[in-house]
């Protein structure tokens, strides 16, 4: 026997209206704190859920460069909000979700997109794998694996407690691929990948289906840290951009607005029954076997 539908409806019983884009991946009336939201990529996020019609909080450490942000994107006609905080220190991550709560009442999605690499935690030039000190390692460790822990406990509790939310963490390519020189990155890239899968099915089993933890993991893009590695002074491509540009079947660097896609649908009811995935954004670069 087959389903019966109402006119104008689909088999699930939603309208047609209802599944439209513009509804679908919309992010009106939700609120987003995005970490590391000074920086190019998550500074890129943070613009696209803006735009999508979310309310976002800019977390960093530098009050001035998180007000910086907001206020482009307010210029633009979003909404935002600075809010200086560390993502290594609990305590402030709790003073930032008490102001964040106060001015808007909710929490609905995480972007932890702080992180990055060290040069100390790197096997490049006379230093080998022998000589990374436990202390580089640990650093670059802590600020991409504890830096995605922590926010996602504190603002995590508070989409617990509404019993909704979407937390999406920022992987890389180096969680996936062998890529030479970045040791202390890649296993912290690693373990994220790990703790996205974990903490999907922790918050779904224990607060219900509102709960969702999913990962982009970037291709390769310039940024500050990485510029030098990948381009010349003259903006050709070094030996090493050429090798990655040489892996990557679309044949060039990502543009940081190219995240927004894949942040605005894990973001949105769209993907409410999507947990658990690591999503990549890199041109092909995972799927390219370099023969």
Do not use: C
Request: charged share 15%; hydrophobic share 45%; proline share 4%.
């Amino acid at each position: 026997m087959t389903q019966q539908t109402n006119p104008g409806q689909t088999p699930t019983g939603q309208t047609l209206a209802a599944l439209a884009p513009d509804r679908l991946f919309s992010l009106q009336g939700k609120v987003a704190v995005v970490t590391g939201g000074t920086g190019v990529l998550g500074g890129a996020i943070a613009h696209g859920l803006a735009a999508a019609g979310a309310q976002v909080a800019i977390l960093g450490r530098r009050a001035n460069l998180a007000a910086e942000v907001a206020e482009g994107i307010n210029a633009a006609g979003g909404a935002a909000m600075p809010l200086p905080g560390d993502v290594l220190d609990k305590d402030q991550l709790a003073s930032a979700r008490a102001a964040l709560l106060a001015r808007w009442g909710r929490v609905d999605i995480l972007i932890n997109a702080a992180g990055g690499n060290m040069p100390d935690a790197t096997v490049v030039g006379d230093r080998t794998f022998f000589d990374v000190s436990q202390e580089a390692f640990e650093r670059v460790v802590s600020l991409n694996l504890t830096g995605t822990v922590l926010p996602s406990q504190v603002f995590g509790q508070a989409m617990a407690e509404q019993g909704s939310g979407s937390i999406i963490n920022i992987s890389s390519m180096a969680s996936q691929r062998t890529l030479t020189r970045v040791v202390g990155y890649a296993a912290a890239k690693a373990a994220i990948d790990n703790f996205t899968r974990w903490l999907a099915v922790d918050l779904a089993l224990k607060y219900g289906p509102g709960l969702r933890v999913n990962a982009i993991a970037p291709g390769f893009f310039i940024g500050e840290q990485n510029r030098d590695f990948l381009l010349n002074p003259d903006a050709t491509l070094t030996a090493r951009g050429q090798s990655i540009v040489d892996h990557t079947p679309m044949k060039r660097f990502g543009e940081p607005d190219e995240l927004i896609g894949a942040a605005v649908w894990l973001a949105s009811d769209a993907a409410r029954f999507v947990t658990g995935i690591v999503v990549p954004v890199d041109g092909g670069f995972s799927a390219f076997g370099g023969v």
